[in-house]
């Protein structure tokens, strides 16, 4: 994993840090409980698996009535026997079926382990729109008390006869729309907020604080290696790689049904026969040959869900190509634009204050005071938006690339 050297300072959440969110969303994500259980259900196959070839205790019992040799009616024959037995077919598909059953398994824990990545880059997600939500809930609450400054300042100027009436209409109007974004960010917060708590298994009440928190960020890494790695490490491709070991052991396993079935049992035998008691040692053999085998459509059969296992690693290969370029592209383009969005705010700042000054001094309208407002009021929505997805994608790239 590539080590983080940048710090991004930027308001996080004070009872619930990055890594804790990650944590906490993993142990609940479904996806990563159902992915565990399967890992819980291929080492219960696998058990299976390795104790087929065992040789088993056989018993038996038979009672049936036999004629008396001194013709004077019938008399029982009966027998006990108890012996080991076992079937050939299963010592010579035990070790096939062992490689497949540990492929499977082994499939199971690389799935576990994409799951795990997938609930972490969820649980980012879900943090960074909280954090964003809160800043854009705060913004909105700055520009409805700007906009209550600006139609204070337009009443007290139309008092004195310095600006028309008008001027105190157009900021009742500023200060309805900057309300009206402020009802949607505050629902938007709330939205954002419960999602993550829910997602956590926290109380929502617990998310009210915020404090300075210092965000790693990491290099970028040279795509191409990154690629290269992601390729030779992400959970998806080894659990498709075991997923193709699994079905070449059943085109192995099926290509041995083919072999005629035998069973050998041996043991010993106490009973009575025809009246008289016997009592020794025993032996079956049972061969079982079919005049139409099976063999030759299961291996067709096995041989076609490893082409697609092959032709889903070829896909999965594909989408991991894309999915790192496009990630470490995206890092690129919002580090330029949360430096463009800073830039933008400052100047947009500075153009208010401007505005604010000439307006009081009777240089400027309420038109270009509201104007320069609901600009700098979007630039700085932009600068946090910016800001909060570059840290986000940093984030994501810590997750997807190995």
Same mark, same amino acid.
């Given at each position: ?159 004195? %006869? ?108 106490? %009973?009575?026969?025809? %009246? ?127």
């Amino acid at each position: 994993m590539i080590l983080p050297v940048l710090i991004a300072a930027i308001p996080a959440f004070a009872a619930l840090s990055l890594s804790d969110a990650e944590t906490r969303a993993t142990a609940n994500n479904v996806d990563v409980k159902t992915a565990l259980t399967t890992v819980q259900q291929r080492e219960a196959s696998l058990h299976v698996a390795r104790i087929t070839g065992v040789p088993h205790l056989a018993g038996d019992y038979a009672l049936s009535p036999q004629a008396n040799a001194a013709n004077t009616g019938t008399v029982e024959q009966h027998f006990f026997s108890v012996g080991v037995g076992v079937t050939i077919n299963d010592l010579i598909a035990s070790s096939t079926a062992v490689r497949a059953a540990a492929a499977e398994l082994l499939a199971a824990q690389r799935n576990a382990d994409a799951a795990t990545l997938a609930a972490r880059q969820n649980a980012a997600k879900l943090y960074f729109a909280a954090l964003q939500a809160v800043a854009i809930e705060g913004l909105r609450a700055d520009a409805v008390a700007g906009a209550q400054r600006d139609r204070a300042a337009a009443e007290l100027r139309a008092r004195s %006869g310095e600006a028309p009436h008008l001027d105190v209409v157009r900021a009742d109007v500023t200060l309805a729309q900057a309300r009206a974004d402020f009802a949607r960010a505050q629902a938007g917060k709330a939205d954002a907020v419960d999602a993550l708590a829910s997602a956590t298994s926290i109380s929502p009440a617990t998310l009210a604080t915020l404090t300075p928190s210092a965000i790693p960020t990491l290099p970028l890494p040279d795509q191409e290696r990154a690629i290269a790695r992601a390729l030779a490490l992400r959970p998806e491709v080894a659990a498709l790689l075991a997923t193709m070991d699994a079905r070449e052991a059943d085109v192995a396993g099926a290509r041995r049904t083919a072999i005629p079935t035998a069973t050998i049992q041996g043991g010993y035998q106490s %009973g009575v026969d025809t %009246g008289i008691p016997v009592r020794g040692p025993q032996a079956t053999a049972h061969l079982d040959v079919p005049f139409a085998s099976p063999s030759g459509a299961q291996v067709a059969s096995a041989r076609a869900q490893v082409d697609a296992a092959r032709a889903q690693l070829a896909e999965e290969r594909r989408v991991l190509t894309l999915e790192i370029a496009s990630a470490i592209r995206d890092a690129r383009a919002n580090d330029a634009a949360a430096v463009a969005a800073e830039r933008g705010r400052d100047e947009a700042r500075r153009a208010l204050e401007a505005v604010e000054i000439g307006y009081r001094e009777g240089a400027s309208s309420s038109l270009d005071v509201a104007d320069a407002r609901r600009t700098y009021v979007q630039a700085s929505a932009d600068a946090l938006v910016a800001e909060y997805q570059r840290a986000l994608a940093y984030a994501v790239l810590e997750v997807i690339v190995p």
